[in-house]
């Protein structure tokens, strides 16, 4: 994204992450460290969410 001078959208696309994440309802997003956000990498994933 630097390369295309794109970066400063990064982290609004990151965000989005959690945003689909609730709207599927089925699992949560988690992350802790992104490239983003200025660590040396993005640690994501998703945990099921508890049955109701």
Do not use: H, N
Request: net charge negative; aromatic share 10%.
């Amino acid at each position: 994204m630097q390369e295309l001078g794109l970066f400063d959208l990064v982290p609004a696309m990151c965000a989005l992450d959690y945003a689909m994440s609730e709207a599927g309802g089925a699992s949560k997003f988690v992350r802790e460290c992104t490239l983003a956000g200025g660590d040396a990498y993005c640690d994501c994933g998703y945990k099921k969410r508890a049955e109701k």
